[in-house]
Structures are given as structure tokens and as C-alpha cells.
């Protein structure tokens, strides 16, 4: 399924609509330690790796199909949910553009919790020192350790060209990015 078939909606759109007193059913996709850091107000957490759309359609309180919207840090994490719920069947999903970030840019309500290193700083954190890592043990102790500084490399370039990176996934279920039950709600 291409990203253009995914409806979206800005953060401005979508807080106009609650406030009018229409029915907001928003599912904020990223980790349990992300979502405790900040959120938006309305959402609730459904992680992304736990993410099952037909439980998910099955617990809804949505009467006359309203849609569900899905939210992450910037857009692309909701966009893979909203995907896996159209593969699924469901097709009255909506992304929230650009995600909690701008979510926070337009000034909306959000509740704040622990701050965190967001998983997008550990990736880098990683990557970097796998990097440093590789390049010293290739320059000091054998130069077949240059790989591991390609392997990190080619991981990131993968992980440009197609939205998804294995070391975000990875990292996201290290015991520090958990946090008690992953499918707990506000």
C-alpha cells in the first residue's frame, strides 16, 4: 500500500474536531518510554511492535465508524501502523501529520512525564559508537574491524532509504525502554 492512500490530518485539524465535541479515538504508536515523556492529551498508547489492528478496531468505542487516528514522534512509525491497518481491512485510519512533534510546535495540550533519551538519540549514540568503535580496533588491533564501521554505515543508508531502521526497533525493546505494561493507556 503506497503512503498516498493513508488519509491524513494536521494536529490543529484534529484538536478543532475534539473541541467541537466530536468522538477523537487517537492511538499514539511509539515506546511506553517515549509516550511517558510526552504525548498528546487525547491519545493513548498502543506501541507500534505490539500493535495488533483487529484487537485494536475490537476494543473501540467508536460507534457509526469514526475514524481512528494514529500518532508518533514526527509521522513516519504512524504511517507503518496506519499501513498495517490498512492490510488489515481497515481503512477509516488517520495520520496525524508530523506527529507529536508538531503536535507540540502548534501548541496543543500535552502531558508531560520522565524525560528521557528519545529513541532516535540512542540510534545515533549507537550508530556513532559503533562507528568510533570499528574505525579504532581497524587503525590499532586488525583492519578486518572496519567492517563493523561499514555495517553501521550500511545500516544507516538502509535505514534512509527505506523509514526503517533494525537498531531503532532493537533498541526500543531494551529493559531501559520499557516501561511496566506495554499496552497500558493514559
Not at 498528546?40 to 507500534?48: I, M, S, W
Not at 457509526?64 to 487516528?69: A, S, T
Not at 524525560?115 to 559508537?129: D, H, N, P, T, Y
Request: glycine share 12%; hydrophobic share 45%; net charge positive.
Amino acid at each position: 500500500m503506497s503512503v498516498a492512500t493513508i488519509p491524513t490530518i494536521s494536529p490543529r485539524e484534529l484538536e478543532g474536531l475534539r473541541r467541537r465535541g466530536e468522538p477523537v479515538d487517537l492511538i499514539d504508536v511509539r515506546t511506553p518510554v517515549e509516550f511517558r515523556e510526552v504525548h498528546a492529551e487525547p491519545a493513548r498508547l498502543v506501541p507500534l511492535d505490539a500493535l495488533d489492528p483487529r484487537a485494536v478496531m475490537a476494543s473501540r468505542d467508536a460507534a457509526g465508524g469514526e475514524p481512528l487516528y494514529v500518532i508518533c514522534r514526527s509521522g513516519n512509525r504512524a504511517r507503518m501502523a496506519s499501513e498495517k491497518f490498512a492490510s488489515a481491512g481497515f481503512s477509516n485510519v488517520v495520520n496525524v501529520e508530523g506527529g507529536t512533534v508538531a503536535w507540540e510546535q502548534a501548541g496543543l495540550p500535552v502531558v508531560r512525564g520522565t524525560k528521557a533519551i528519545s529513541l532516535e538519540r540512542q540510534v545515533r549514540i549507537a550508530a556513532g559508537a559503533l562507528v568510533v568503535i570499528g574505525t579504532a580496533l581497524g587503525a590499532f588491533v586488525h583492519p578486518g574491524f572496519l567492517g563493523l564501521s561499514a555495517f553501521a554505515g550500511a545500516g544507516l543508508v538502509f535505514a534512509g532509504i527505506t523509514e526503517t531502521c533494525g537498531m531503532g526497533m532493537l533498541l526500543a525493546k531494551m529493559p531501559w525502554n520499557r516501561v511496566g505494561d506495554p499496552t497500558c493507556t493514559r
